[in-house]
């Protein structure tokens, strides 16, 4: 099965995200009141991996299985507008739930039940989002 | 059993691994690390109404990151079983900005008083929990990522857009900690 290996990764990053309590509202609370480097050091040192990793994999020219080089597709800048605007209505729902959509999912099944109900309101947030694009600046 | 890892686990060791996901998920085909795709896809699948952002062909492009979900749940709710996090030590300053804020159960992963089916009709409760998720499923879709897809992805590969964005969270982010959390919680 060729999504074994995704479910795999995905459920070591949630093992993380529990153990590292990512996942905890308090935590998120101490990030945006600056009172603590726990989750300054994991984002950071999540980069700064990420980074290397990802210099490395194109000084060494791996390619896919299709023959394409690994490596993402560059954002469109733009305006920038709806990287800013985006960013600050999610970064008040990352403030409000304590949770982005990694440790949302991942609290549904650590014991906050409730969760469920926010996942299902960011469908519907996702959903509001695809029926307005036309409408707002990008 | 719970004494499996030290909590919570340090920072330094977190996020080495969280950035592994980067690499892992290139190599294994060339896959972008971002959790918030999914929300777009789940809406593709259940109700994509004919409208265009949800057109695509969710099976092909969204299968693999449907089952990274799936794998973070499953992988939360063992770790949750295996070796729960116990009392957080919270730095004594947001503890005490906290239960300012009227917050006194500071145990557990999230407030009791807040993330509780009974608390879902009240004020803190429903901003919290059901405003909360729409702004996250909103803004995630609108900026084009969340934390996964542009502070640790994006930032990595120096991406001008994801440094924009992840400006649009901290400041949203701050807004929210400052600003509505006091009128809401209190």
């Not at chain 1, 509202?25 to 009172?35: H, L, S, T």
């Not at chain 1, 984002?43 to 060494?60: N, P, W």
């Amino acid at each position: 099965m060729t999504l074994l290996p995704y479910f795999l990764i995905g459920s070591a990053f949630g093992v993380i995200l529990v153990e590292a309590e990512v996942v905890s509202w308090f935590r998120i609370q101490e990030m945006f009141r600056f009172d603590a480097f726990h989750m300054y050091g994991i984002i950071g040192t999540a980069v700064l991996t990420a980074a290397i990793s990802l210099l490395t994999i194109k000084r060494l020219g791996v390619r896919g299985p299709d023959g394409e080089p690994l490596g993402f597709t560059p954002k469109v800048l733009g305006t920038g507008a709806r990287y800013l605007a985006g960013g600050m209505v999610f970064g008040l729902g990352w403030a409000l739930t304590g949770a982005c959509p990694g440790p949302l999912v991942a609290l549904v099944g650590a014991g906050t039940p409730v969760m469920l109900v926010a996942f299902l309101s960011a469908l519907g947030g996702t959903w509001t989002y695809g029926r307005l694009r036309p409408k707002l600046p990008h | 059993m719970s004494h499996l890892f030290t909590h919570p686990l340090p920072w330094y060791i977190a996020g080495p691994l969280i950035g592994l996901v980067v690499p892992a998920l290139l190599l294994l085909g060339n896959k972008p690390f971002g959790v918030a795709s999914n929300f777009r896809h789940l809406c593709a699948a259940l109700a994509p109404c004919g409208i265009e952002f949800f057109s695509h062909d969710w099976k092909r492009l969204g299968g693999w990151n449907l089952a990274f979900l799936l794998g973070i749940f499953a992988g939360a709710v063992v770790a949750s079983e295996v070796a729960p996090p116990l009392a957080l030590t919270l730095s004594p300053h947001t503890t005490a900005a906290l239960h300012q804020l009227g917050l006194h159960d500071l145990t557990g992963l999230t407030p009791h008083e807040v993330f509780a089916w009974a608390s879902l009709f009240t004020l803190k409760g429903f901003v919290s929990i059901v405003i909360g998720g729409f702004l996250v499923g909103f803004g995630t879709a609108y900026a084009g990522g969340c934390t996964s897809g542009h502070a640790i992805s994006g930032l990595a590969d120096l991406q001008p857009a994801s440094l924009l964005a992840v400006c649009g969270f901290f400041a949203g982010g701050l807004a929210g900690t400052y600003l509505i959390l006091p009128i809401v919680l209190r």
